[in-house]
């Protein structure tokens, strides 16, 4: 499940997280795998910001991210591997202009670091 960590680096801050949920819930699921949330272990001390700011930061989520689970699982084939199923969710999404090129190259030079370092993972 590690690739799943991957957080997208060229969508807004306030997108990242989100997108990231959106695209390893469904790939999760299609491996057998569950996610789970539970109450924060932590107490975060905010940082003064401006909520318009923020809220203009969170519009793509707004606007394209109820696309975003159907697209993934429409990449998904039999047989595939999470790093498969990875890869073509986000080539989908390029292809829908929810990422750029510059998500593609770096989601793909996360996978073969991942898979080059072998780091424990099963892909």
């Known amino acids: 499940m590690f690739p799943l960590l991957y ?6 801050f306030r997108f990242t997280d989100i997108l990231r949920g959106l695209i390893a819930q469904p790939i999760a699921w299609n491996h057998g795998y569950q996610i789970a949330f539970t109450d924060a272990t932590v107490y975060q001390d905010r940082n003064e910001h401006d909520y318009l700011d923020d809220f203009r930061d969170e519009i793509p989520c707004y606007q394209c991210g109820h696309l975003v689970p159907d697209l993934v699982i429409g990449t998904m084939r039999d047989g595939a591997t999470i790093f498969q ?4 969710a986000y080539l989908e999404l390029g292809k829908h202009g929810i990422v750029t090129k ?8 996360w996978i073969a670091e991942l898979q080059k ?3 424990g993972i099963q892909p």
């Open 85 to 88: 199923d990875l890869i073509a």
């Open 7 to 12: 957080l997208p680096c060229h969508v807004s």
């Open 102 to 109: 510059s998500e593609l190259w770096t989601i793909q030079g």
């Open 117 to 119: 370092s072998g780091a």
